[in-house]
């Protein structure tokens, strides 16, 4: 079992920066692949970025280049730098976990514990 909390959402410009922080408890996050997926209102749940337990990422095209996913799993922590920013990044962004080691990153439904969420609003 699992609990994700996230954090670090706020309002920012076009072009700014802001870093989300998700924080794992109930079992060390190293045994778990973790991600961010976000939701726009009236849209799907979209895949973000994901860090492995071996650390490989992946990111989806929309944010490539611009986002960085990092762990320090002294901490049991998954980060999100989000940096040069659009006003389509604006979403709830959700922290998730999945224990199955080869199923994909990319597809929402193959995680097991999903945090709470925290909103990121990007003003053009």
């Known amino acids: 079992q699992v609990q994700l909390v996230e954090s670090g959402g706020g309002l920012v410009q076009a072009g700014g920066s802001l870093r989300l922080s998700c924080a794992a408890s109930?079992?060390?996050?190293?045994?778990?692949?973790m991600a961010w997926f976000r939701q726009a209102p009236g849209k799907e749940r979209e895949f973000t970025a994901a860090i492995r337990r071996i650390d490989s990422t992946s990111y989806a095209d929309s944010v490539k280049g611009r986002f960085t996913i990092s762990r320090d799993n002294a901490k049991n922590t998954v980060d999100l730098q989000m940096n040069s920013l659009k006003p389509e990044d604006t979403a709830v962004y959700y922290c998730a976990a999945k224990r199955l080691r080869l199923t994909a990153v990319g597809n929402s439904a193959n995680y097991d514990y999903w945090g709470q969420g925290t909103q990121v609003t990007v003003s053009s």
């Open positions: 109930g079992r060390t996050s190293s045994d778990y692949d």
